[in-house]
T-cell receptor, first 110, second 114 residues
Framework: KNEVEQSPQNLTAQEGEFITINCSYSVGISALHWLQQHPGGGIVSLFMLSSGKKKHGRLIATINIQEKHSSLHITASHPRDSAVYICAVPSGGSNYKLTFGKGTLLTVNP | NAGVTQTPKFQVLKTGQSMTLQCAQDMNHNSMYWYRQDPGMGLRLIYY???????DKGEVPNGYNVSRLNKREFSLRLESAAPSQTSVYFCASNPRDPYDSPLHFGNGTRLTVT
């Protein structure tokens, strides 16, 4: 089974700061997911990536397949970015099974 | 555009009671999933359905049953609820599998078993 470690577990930032959240996994993969869970509980998919970098607005996701590591960056952070950010990778054994990280709780203060 | 709709949002059960969590998606997705989320743990897969008419066990299937009623609907049943099943349950769907496309989640059901 693929093991997923996210760091940090908790992150507090001031509005405008550049944020980096990290995700490491143990077994080579073909795709990695980044998700956002709002304070109200809803979960939204941010990115799915298998190589290189993807950008959406102020969010950037990168992945290094050789290093088994991915990062989620938020530029010019805003209080509305406060959420739990979760990475997920294939578990192995089935195309339908994902292993999810425990999440990084981000709080952005005004 | 409703996406993935879960009902109910909240439920309190007594130990031994049964209930069914409902999930429906209007995106014509083939695959549907049920996850549970517990404090300090990542989301864990209970059951999934790769297509209409098929269901398979995930990581934590004990104590649960599922039905893929049609392409739109995927229900999760607790036949005899236990306090260990207190959790937040999420239904999700995607066109094929997580190697292929991102997941779309419902808003969750918070279940408490006393």
């Amino acid at each position: 089974k693929n093991e997923v470690e996210q760091s940090p577990q908790n992150l507090t930032a001031q509005e405008g700061e550049f944020i980096t959240i990290n995700c490491s996994y143990s077994v080579g993969i073909s795709a990695l997911h980044w998700l956002q869970q709002h304070p109200g509980g809803g979960i939204v998919s941010l990115f799915m990536l298998s190589s290189g970098k993807k950008k959406h607005g102020r969010l950037i996701a990168t992945i290094n397949i050789q290093e088994k590591h991915s990062s989620l960056h938020i530029t010019a952070s805003h209080p509305r970015d406060s959420a739990v950010y979760i990475c997920a990778v294939p578990s192995g054994g089935s195309n339908y099974k994902l292993t999810f990280g425990k999440g990084t709780l981000l709080t952005v203060n005004p | 555009n409703a996406g993935v709709t879960q009902t109910p949002k909240f439920q309190v059960l007594k130990t031994g009671q049964s209930m069914t969590l409902q999930c429906a998606q209007d995106m014509n997705h083939n695959s549907m999933y049920w996850y549970r989320q517990d404090p300090g743990m990542g989301l864990r897969l209970i059951y999934y359905s790769a297509s209409e008419g098929t269901t398979d066990k995930g990581e934590v299937p004990n104590g649960y049953n599922v039905s893929r009623l049609n392409k739109r609907e995927f229900s999760l049943r607790l036949e005899s609820a236990a306090p260990s099943q207190t959790s937040v349950y999420f239904c999700a769907s995607n066109p094929r599998d997580p190697y292929d496309s991102p997941l779309h989640f419902g808003n969750g059901t918070r279940l408490t078993v006393t």
